[in-house]
């Protein structure tokens, strides 16, 4: 996993697991600014190597009145702003072919959202940019199903992939995590992540707004770690109750740093 080492350089030791984080989409600079200000001083304290997260647009909302974003421009420039200021690699997710290339300038991993990666076309696509290519497994798909999600991305020469565990649809309004996934997914040769929110979603509420089980942020992410996760995704906002999008299932900021702490643990105890 070479790749790893040039993403986060000197930061990164495989005795750690790493981290992607930061709010589910860009609402504004000062949201944005905030979260990355206090995720770089928490990440170098606990030596976490941090990629750091926010969509400059979101594509699968729930109803056609949820918030979607403040304009591709201005967000992939705040986005260009905390790279430079923090010095740090970004996350963002992708939609379209076109997307991957105009999202390449700004960000360091191109994320394949769940619903999309069986999606051939954008697969290739962001396997193109060479750079390094997250594909978050669908609710609908097996874990041994991602292997092939895996070899579109390889089939372009590019063998910087990442694949994420993020739940399974369980029923109409709810998921289910299979830990058996992780393993089944580590044997590929490629990083495994455990999406500790989205896994707690409860799709397709009557309100037309996705709802979720914060609460449960910690369990997931303790067993991810036991089961061998490589690295966690997780979302997280200094005020969730006011957030824009995925409200009900992002990490309160403030509670974060203590999260990261029981974690380390729980990795020292399972190497």
Request: aromatic residues 6%.
């Amino acid at each position: 996993m070479d790749f790893l080492k040039e993403l986060f350089k000197e930061n990164y030791s495989e005795s750690n697991f790493f981290l992607l984080a930061g709010p589910c989409v860009i609402e504004s600079k000062a949201v944005l600014h905030e979260t990355a200000s206090e995720l770089v001083s928490i990440c170098q304290e606990l030596k976490i190597p941090l990629v750091f997260k926010s969509s400059y647009t979101k594509a699968n909302r729930s109803s056609v009145h949820s918030f979607t974003g403040i304009g591709t421009e201005k967000a992939l420039s705040l986005l260009a702003d905390i790279k430079a200021e923090f010095n740090i690699p970004l996350v963002t997710d992708i939609h379209t072919e076109e997307d991957a290339m105009m999202a390449a300038e700004f960000v360091d991993v191109l994320q394949i959202p769940a619903f999309l990666c069986r999606q051939t076309s954008l697969l290739v696509a962001a396997a193109k940019t060479q750079k390094v290519v997250n594909i978050k497994k669908g609710q609908f798909l097996s874990p041994d199903g991602m292997q092939f999600a895996m070899q579109k991305v390889q089939s372009q020469n590019n063998e910087k992939v990442m694949l994420t565990e993020r739940g399974t649809t369980f029923g109409y309004q709810d998921l289910i995590v299979d830990y058996r996934g992780i393993p089944i997914m580590k044997a590929f040769g490629k990083p495994v992540i455990m999406d500790c929110t989205h896994a707690l979603q409860q799709p397709n509420q009557s309100s037309g707004v996705t709802g979720g089980k914060p609460e449960l942020i910690e369990t997931i992410a303790k067993c991810a770690i036991a089961a061998g996760a490589d690295g966690l995704f997780i979302e997280t906002h200094p005020d969730p109750k006011n957030a824009l999008s995925d409200g009900a299932n992002m990490l309160p900021l403030k509670d974060l740093k203590s999260l990261l702490q029981k974690l380390i643990r729980v990795r020292n105890a399972v190497i």
